[in-house]
T-cell receptor, first 117, second 112 residues
Framework: GAVVSQHPSRVICKSGTSVKIECRSL??????MFWYRQFPKQSLMLMAT?????????EQGVEKDKFLINHASLTLSTLTVTSAHPEDSSFYIC?????????????FGPGTRLLVL | AQSVTQLDSQVPVFEEAPVELRCNYS??????LFWYVQYPNQGLQLLLK??????LVKGINGFEAEFNKSQTSFHLRKPSVHISDTAEYFC??????????FGAGTTVTVRA
């Protein structure tokens, strides 16, 4: 079946640095990908919609200048957490829409755990 | 805007016993409904989904869910659980634009 990968799987960084997370659809093209955030013991919250070839659409309350999203190709979306702070520590999960004929399925990546010290 | 309520935050259950995870939603339009499972330190895996048609939906690993429009519910059931079913389960809704709103999750712990 369709597979979505994320890199890195976990990252530890110092406060004030920027971290880039990659989301790849391995065997299909995805014009639309989504970025979610999951705090410990909580549910996933949609951060933004990543559209290939156009600007990302951010959900209310998500700072677009802090969470930079680039969907440079049909198989890759990147999320850059700029000037990361400890409160940005979280589990970041991406998903991609897989189209097979008239069937549409959303596949999730395995997630990236970010720890900001 | 839609919202999802998972009524049970934790469900302990003995192996081979049945389990039901409750999910209620609210939306002003027709919705698509999903159940996902998340194993420790892993991403989400789709268990099943309701888009239209039969209100009883069968998914992977022996799970099934029933859509009840009048009660705005989409409860998940399994007649006999295994130790390997220990995980976090999320109910989610979409209004057709692929954006998912998730419930808070239910932690299922299966004991021998």
């Amino acid at each position: 079946g369709a597979v979505v990968s994320q890199h890195p799987s976990r990252v530890i960084c110092k406060s004030g640095t920027s971290v880039k997370i990659e989301c790849r659809s391995l065997d299909f093209q995805a014009t639309t990908m989504f970025w979610y955030r999951q705090f410990p013991k909580q549910s996933l919250m949609l951060m933004a919609t990543s559209n290939e070839g156009s600007k990302a659409t951010y959900e209310q309350g998500v700072e677009k200048d802090k969470f930079l999203i680039n969907h440079a190709s049909l198989t890759l979306s990147t999320l850059t957490v700029t000037s990361a702070h400890p409160e940005d520590s979280s589990f970041y999960i991406c998903s991609a829409i897989f189209l097979a004929g008239e069937q549409e399925t959303q596949y999730f990546g395995p997630g990236t755990r970010l720890l900001v010290l | 805007a839609q919202s999802v309520t998972q009524l049970d935050s934790q469900v302990p259950v003995f192996e081979e016993a049945p389990v039901e995870l409750r999910c209620n939603y609210s939306s002003s339009v027709s919705v698509y409904l999903f159940w996902y499972v998340q194993y420790p330190n892993q991403g989400l895996q789709l268990l099943l989904k309701y888009l239209s048609g039969s209100t009883l939906v069968k998914g992977i690993n022996g799970f099934e869910a029933e859509f009840n429009k009048s009660q705005t519910s989409f409860h998940l059931r399994k007649p006999s659980v295994h130790i390997s079913d220990t995980a976090e389960y999320f109910c989610a809704v979409s209004e057709g634009d692929y954006k998912l709103s998730f419930g808070a999750g239910t932690t299922v712990t299966v004991r021998a």
